[in-house]
């Protein structure tokens, strides 16, 4: 399967923290499935670790080695992307979140979210 990781699904696996199910932490640590990681979630989680509104166990530095490690996608924004987004309803506020919902339905993947509000869009998301 082809699964893109929301931003909190990476801080809670990069922090193990118990939030996170051992179905999905499974799911992640499973060779035959592909992790997308979208630079959307990598800027997201950026920002709020240097404006202290997010602490996690790693710094940038020792994220981006345990990424490039795990061989998982490095998703970046695409025309089509946009193209995706600029088309979709605004029934969710977040711009990270709804860039991410675009990408997932732009490229056919799965999201892996406990955020709830992804579930308005016919975007596949599991939880």
Known sequence: MRYLIDTHVLIWYLNGDKAL?????????????????????????TIKMSSKKLECDKNIQEIEEYIL??????????????KTLFDLPKLHGDPFDRLLIAQALTEDLTIISAD????????????
Do not use: C, T
């Not at 199910?21 to 989680?45: D, F, H, T």
């Not at 998982?72 to 946009?82: D, P, Q």
């Open 69 to 82: 490690s795990k061989d998982y996608e490095i998703m970046n924004v695409s025309f089509a992307h946009l």
């Open 21 to 45: 199910p051992q179905k999905y932490a499974g799911l992640m640590r499973n060779p035959q499935n592909k992790l997308y990681l979208s630079i959307v979630s990598i800027w997201e989680l």
């Open 116 to 127: 709830k509000e992804f579930q308005a869009y016919s975007v596949n998301v599991i939880w």
